[in-house]
């Protein structure tokens, strides 16, 4: 099992959560919603739409999304998913529980504030004029930013 930290259309309410939940492709728990301890550019880019964390850490804001627990085979799909590595990479990153909304690994860090490890899709792969884009702190394929994700 693995803990990922998702950001982006992989959220809830978001346009591809469906493949979070599809127990064909493998499993995954819901775990906390939390936020990076680090700041980081959060962008959306591509003629997709797509949100892109970029591996530029103390830069852009700290991002808020969800905390998954996932197994082996949904890893795997996940890494295929997000193209590894080509256009993501999956990095170790250090985050901030807001609220425990599973059950953690271990009993004493469930509590709000706990800090914990877990994997990213980020990229250092893009293009030269994404650092200067707008930085997101949290993103919505609906927001304001009026990108509206775009299917591949």
Do not use: C
Not at 30 to 54: D, G, H, K, W
Request: glycine share 6%; proline share 7%; aromatic share 12%.
């Amino acid at each position: 099992m693995a803990q990922i930290f998702i950001y982006g259309t992989l959220k809830r309410g978001q346009p591809n959560h469906f493949r979070m939940l599809d127990k064909s492709v493998g499993a995954a728990q819901l775990l906390a919603s939390v936020v990076t301890t680090e700041r980081f550019p959060l962008v959306i880019a591509s003629e997709y739409n797509i949100p892109f964390l970029l591996n530029l850490p103390g830069q852009g804001h700290r991002v808020h999304g969800e905390l998954y627990r996932v197994d082996k085979p949904l890893l795997h799909f996940l890494d295929d998913f997000e193209d590894i590595p080509r256009m993501y990479q999956r990095t170790p990153v250090t985050l901030k529980v807001k609220e425990w909304l599973g059950q953690p690994d271990d009993e004493e860090m469930s509590v709000a504030g706990s800090i914990i490890e877990a994997f990213v899709y980020s990229t250092t792969t893009y293009q030269p004029d994404w650092p200067s884009l707008p930085h997101h702190e949290n993103y919505d394929s609906q927001g304001d930013h009026g990108f509206r994700y775009k299917r591949r």
